[in-house]
């Protein structure tokens, strides 16, 4: 009896240190998979408005710098002097330049080696005029460096993004104020492919105005405005593609008019192929 006891020991403390183990080896390995990242985020914008995008860093290790270049699309034109640092930075200055007809260099450093503050999150902000059609388009990342104190490269990856250009267009002038917040039946329906959604606005809105896709189960398809626009008429086209640019299946879906927290009115649309 007594070695029957000190075997079921010998196997609970066995059991116990191989737990141990294994939790030590899937600490170590996630460990592993902590990276230093910079990132170009995804965005949306308007056709012929501007659009601000943002670099963010993702930072195990503290860095004093960074350089990247951004290879833009044709017709995503950078606004001189609108780039800034996010409150990541300290004393860091930032310096935007054109390497390229389509690719900006953004480079930011401390004169004192000081480094950015923070672990995550965005670190530097830059606005572009939208000069594109609607779609879809790359944010390609390329020659990015982070730099410790000791001016080594920490940096282990890049991570691209994309733009997505949507249609919207101020159809009636901000002097001819409409009486109401109003959503119109889209135009045609049912459609294939595609079809126009018009809406009224009328104040000059602080909060963002969105119009939202949503299907019959009440999920949403696609956010396709948001912004803070002025008040008036406004037209939108929505193409039966989802947030991620995938064809949408035939049927019902809804759309509704947002301002800020408020849903102000709801439509029903046909799509039919």
Known sequence: MKLKKQFKIII??????????AIRETSDLLAKLDLNTIAICDAQAFVDSN????????????????QIDLILPDSLDYIENTAQLTDRGQDHIIQV??????TLRIISFSMNMLPFLGNSGTVAELEFEVNLDEGFYPLI??????????????????INGQLEVLALTHILSEN?????????????NPFNPSTTITFSLNTENTEDTEIIIYNIKGQKVKTLVKGKLKKGEWKTTWNGKDGNNKPVASGIYF?????????LETKKCLLLK
Do not use: C, H, W
């Open 12 to 21: 609970f403390l066995f059991i116990i240190l191989t737990k141990i183990f």
């Open 51 to 66: 659009v601000t995008l943002q670099i963010d860093v993702e930072n195990y290790e503290e860095f004093v710098a960074f």
């Open 97 to 102: 330049s054109y390497i390229g007809a389509d």
């Open 141 to 158: 990342l390329i020659n990015g460096l982070l730099a410790n104190i000791n001016s080594e490269n920490i940096l282990d990856e890049m």
């Open 176 to 188: 001819i104020v409409p009486r109401k917040f109003s959503l119109s039946q889209n135009y045609p």
């Open 255 to 263: 759309y509704k008019l947002k301002v800020g927290n408020k849903s």
